[in-house]
């Protein structure tokens, strides 16, 4: 239905997507965000400029708005989301995975702000814990942590009380527990992962159906996930952030520098053995697991898709057993997935000279756009002291549908002229 349509009886829906990290969320995200229009066609709001402003609305929630490092329209900024869904005739998602970390308190308080008039629903994806401790620990890696994979394992492990960021997000069946706490069981639903390999339509698929959209509509084609790190990228950049110092800190000018560039563009596109659990975290990762789907089937949560793919059967790995190769293609151990521990020296010498080279190729990218932005500054610069009437004109038509339309017959009638002069000229 488009926005103006007729909608059936029953409340507006507002989906709060809550989390958690390392879900597909980023997929999930990109193919809604890149393909807005097409959900707003089939009655979906996201409210909003844009998926950073959904995640400025998690620090509004979380009381983190007001911080100096963040900008100021943070603060507040929920209750505009708030005020958008609410002059919307049908259903609205709100969706960034760090609202998990919400205390009961605050996911109450942003439940209720949307009053009685909207039948709020709290989404949760989740996946198995095999798959989520090596990728939340290179999160933590992207975020200035120099942990190593194996402390990172054994601190989950002694974490028994669960205070942890880590099971703040992860651990799904409290994470629902916290948002569900003013709702019905109903209105608490839980989208798992398919197992590693399967195609992700399914999710986006499961994703949608909640929704109440069309699946098929939207291309899923051109979105990404949030790309991971070979093993041996991953230790590269431990091993920066442990000697970094006090440079570039973060928050501050590490997110851009080594986050976004050396992690995301450089490390990423990489090749690299895949990161996994040894037999020992396998066993307490399916422990866990086990318990948290028994804690979210007490809650009788909405589940789409399964619980047991939480709790999958991977075949453990053994640390740093088989040969490995220091050649130019990532590790080979013959034994699957590695820790990092099993990177050794040499490898990392040969990873870190290719990171080299990947950052002076990302540097002279980044020249190359810069100097061309420079060009058409210069050019619209020059454009609008001899022509200032007509570079408004251009610039309004852009933003303006009916001036471009103008714009375009002008344009036409001026080449229709111009061809009628050369065959004048030819006869």
Same mark, same amino acid.
């Given at each position: 239905?488009?926005?103006?349509?007729?909608?059936?009886?029953?409340?507006?829906?507002?989906?709060?997507?809550?989390?958690?990290?390392?879900?597909?969320?980023?997929?999930?995200?990109?193919? #809604?965000?890149?393909?807005?229009?097409?959900?707003?066609?089939?009655?979906?709001?996201?409210?909003?400029?844009?998926?950073?402003?959904?995640?400025?609305?998690?620090?509004?929630?979380?009381?983190?708005?007001?911080?100096?490092?963040? /900008?100021?329209?943070?603060?507040?900024?929920?209750?505009?989301?708030?005020? %958008?869904?609410?002059?919307?005739?049908?259903?609205?998602?709100?969706?960034? =995975?760090?609202?998990?970390?919400?205390?009961?308190?605050?996911?109450?308080?942003?439940?209720?702000?949307?009053? @009685?008039?909207?039948?709020?629903?709290?989404?949760?994806?989740?996946?198995?814990?095999?798959?989520?401790?090596?990728? %939340?620990?290179?999160?933590?890696?992207?975020?200035?942590?120099?942990?190593?994979?194996?402390?990172?394992?054994?601190?989950?492990?002694?974490?028994?009380?669960?205070?942890?960021?880590?099971?703040?997000?992860?651990?799904?069946?409290?994470?629902?527990?916290?948002?569900?706490?003013?709702?019905?069981?109903?209105?608490?639903?839980?989208?798992?992962?398919?197992?590693?390999?399967?195609?992700?339509?399914?999710?986006?698929?499961?994703?949608?159906?909640?929704?109440? #959209?069309?699946?098929?509509?939207?291309?899923?084609?051109?979105?990404?996930?949030?790309?991971?790190?070979?093993?041996?990228?991953?230790?590269?950049?431990?091993?920066? +952030?442990?000697?970094?110092?006090?440079?570039?800190?973060?928050?501050?000018?590490?997110?851009?520098?080594?986050? +976004?560039?050396?992690?995301?563009?450089?490390?990423?596109?990489?090749?690299?053995?895949?990161?996994?659990?040894?037999?020992?975290?396998?066993?307490?990762?399916?422990?866990?697991?086990?318990?948290?789907?028994?804690?979210?089937?007490?809650?009788?949560?909405?589940?789409?898709?399964?619980?047991?793919?939480?709790?999958?059967?991977?075949? /453990?790995?053994?640390?740093?057993?088989?040969?490995?190769?220091?050649?130019?293609?990532?590790?080979?151990?013959?034994?699957?997935?590695?820790?990092?521990?099993?990177?050794?020296? @040499?490898?990392?010498?040969? =990873?870190?000279?290719?990171?080299?080279?990947?950052?002076?190729?990302?540097?002279?990218?980044?020249?190359? %756009?810069?100097?061309?932005?420079?060009? %058409?500054?210069?050019?619209?610069?020059?454009?609008?002291?001899?022509?200032?009437?007509?570079?408004?004109?251009?610039?309004?038509?852009?933003?303006?549908?009916?001036?471009?339309?103008?714009?375009?017959?002008?344009?036409?009638?001026?080449?229709?002229?111009?061809?009628?002069?050369?065959?004048?000229?030819?006869?």
């Amino acid at each position: 239905m488009s926005a103006g349509a007729d909608i059936d009886e029953r409340r507006r829906r507002v989906f709060l997507h809550v989390g958690s990290p390392k879900t597909g969320t980023t997929f999930l995200q990109q193919v #809604l965000w890149s393909q807005r229009r097409i959900a707003e066609e089939q009655g979906l709001l996201l409210p909003l400029s844009s998926f950073f402003d959904h995640y400025l609305a998690s620090l509004d929630v979380r009381g983190l708005a007001h911080r100096p490092e963040h /900008p100021s329209r943070a603060a507040g900024i929920f209750t505009k989301a708030v005020r %958008e869904a609410k002059a919307w005739p049908g259903d609205v998602l709100i969706s960034h =995975e760090l609202f998990a970390s919400a205390t009961v308190e605050q996911a109450g308080r942003a439940i209720a702000a949307f009053g @009685d008039d909207a039948e709020v629903h709290v989404v949760l994806t989740a996946r198995d814990l095999v798959r989520q401790i090596p990728a %939340e620990w290179q999160e933590h890696l992207k975020h200035r942590s120099r942990k190593t994979f194996d402390e990172f394992v054994r601190d989950l492990q002694g974490d028994t009380d669960h205070s942890s960021w880590f099971w703040r997000v992860q651990d799904f069946a409290d994470v629902t527990d916290r948002w569900g706490t003013s709702l019905p069981p109903d209105r608490v639903h839980v989208v798992t992962v398919p197992a590693s390999g399967a195609d992700p339509a399914i999710l986006w698929s499961r994703f949608a159906t909640l929704l109440g #959209l069309q699946a098929d509509a939207f291309s899923t084609q051109q979105s990404r996930s949030n790309t991971s790190l070979g093993a041996e990228q991953a230790e590269l950049l431990r091993r920066v +952030n442990a000697t970094l110092g006090q440079r570039l800190p973060l928050p501050g000018p590490y997110a851009a520098d080594v986050k +976004n560039v050396f992690a995301q563009r450089v490390l990423a596109q990489r090749p690299g053995a895949k990161l996994g659990l040894d037999a020992d975290g396998v066993d307490f990762a399916m422990r866990r697991s086990k318990e948290i789907v028994a804690d979210l089937q007490r809650q009788q949560v909405d589940v789409i898709g399964d619980l047991e793919e939480l709790v999958p059967h991977p075949d /453990p790995i053994s640390t740093g057993t088989g040969p490995i190769s220091t050649g130019t293609g990532p590790i080979s151990t013959g034994a699957g997935p590695i820790s990092t521990g099993a990177v050794p020296d @040499d490898v990392l010498l040969a =990873e870190s000279i290719a990171a080299l080279v990947g950052l002076l190729d990302e540097h002279r990218a980044r020249r190359i %756009e810069r100097d061309a932005a420079r060009r %058409e500054r210069d050019a619209l610069a020059g454009d609008f002291k001899e022509h200032p009437v007509r570079f408004l004109l251009v610039r309004l038509s852009e933003r303006r549908p009916a001036l471009m339309r103008l714009r375009r017959l002008y344009q036409r009638r001026r080449e229709l002229r111009a061809r009628l002069q050369r065959v004048r000229s030819k006869s």
